[in-house]
């Protein structure tokens, strides 16, 4: 006998609220999941996978329009390979860049990490602070570090 499983629970095992599994099926992401006689959503295991696709795509930042797309055309069947292909491919894309763009953020944060480490921490923060005051003053900005420096005099 196949397995069912409340919308309560399919919440908890995915980490959502109950709301936004209601919040999805509103917005049309959920065409496969069956009601009872009651009128209340019951879900198979198969509308797990699918749940478990959809979060995929939310997380990696694919807009709701795109997913509805995806799984609208997952329920016209096979003839739609090619769309959801190239829908996946794009969002691929996407996801690669977002890639690119955290590991040049992550590097920045480790070289800021790397001289917070370092045994020559407050010297080369006060190296710093002495250049930004030297080229604010040299154009005739506002020292933003005047206060800590008179602070230190």
Do not use: W
């Not at 979060?55 to 390979?81: A, H, V």
């Not at 769309?83 to 969002?91: C, F, G, S, V």
């Not at 006060?126 to 800590?148: T, W």
Request: net charge positive; hydrophobic share 35%.
């Amino acid at each position: 006998m196949a397995k069912t499983y409340s919308v309560k629970r399919v919440a908890e095992i995915f980490g959502l609220s109950v709301s936004a599994l209601h919040f999805y099926d509103k917005k049309g992401l959920l065409p496969f999941v069956s009601k009872n006689e009651m009128g209340y959503r019951i879900f198979t295991d198969s509308d797990l996978n699918f749940i478990h696709t959809i979060c995929c795509l939310k997380d990696t930042g694919m807009k709701i329009d795109n997913i509805r797309s995806y799984i609208e055309f997952c329920m016209e069947g096979p003839t739609t390979i090619n769309k959801r292909r190239q829908l996946l491919e794009e969002h691929r894309r996407k996801i690669e860049e977002q890639q690119r763009v955290l590991a040049e953020r992550k590097q920045e944060v480790d070289e800021k990490l790397s001289i917070y480490r370092s045994k020559d921490a407050a010297e080369i923060i006060n190296h710093e602070i002495n250049y930004v005051s030297a080229e604010k003053s040299s154009v005739n900005l506002k020292n933003p570090f005047a206060k800590l420096q008179n602070g230190r005099q």
